[in-house]
């Protein structure tokens, strides 16, 4: 999903006057705020469940990159070998 921080500034005199509607709303609409100052960005604002999603998608992204640039350069190992390395158990014939 694309932020559109356009649709989902808040000023930064609306979380002073009203915290709850402000920190409520990127957990409901699974969306981020912007906090503005004098029309400025000064704060994104995200829900942690959102915040650990995304995070984990970058990391899934970053090992599948790495991966691949292994794999690139030549870097590879049998299913058997990395089955060894892992500790996982040897599949039966």
């Not at 006057?17 to 609409?29: C, D, H, I, K, L």
């Amino acid at each position: 999903m694309r932020v559109k921080f356009s649709e989902e500034v808040v000023p930064l005199t609306d979380l002073k006057v009203n915290q709850g509607r402000v920190v409520r709303q990127p957990t409901e609409a699974h969306r981020p705020v912007l906090l503005t100052n004098r029309g400025r960005g000064i704060a994104h604002v995200q829900s942690v469940a959102d915040f650990e999603r995304d995070a984990d998608e970058r990391d899934c992204m970053r090992a599948t990159v790495a991966g691949l640039a292994g794999l690139d350069a030549g870097r590879e190992v049998s299913l058997a070998e990395a089955k060894s390395r892992l500790g996982l158990p040897k599949a039966d014939g």
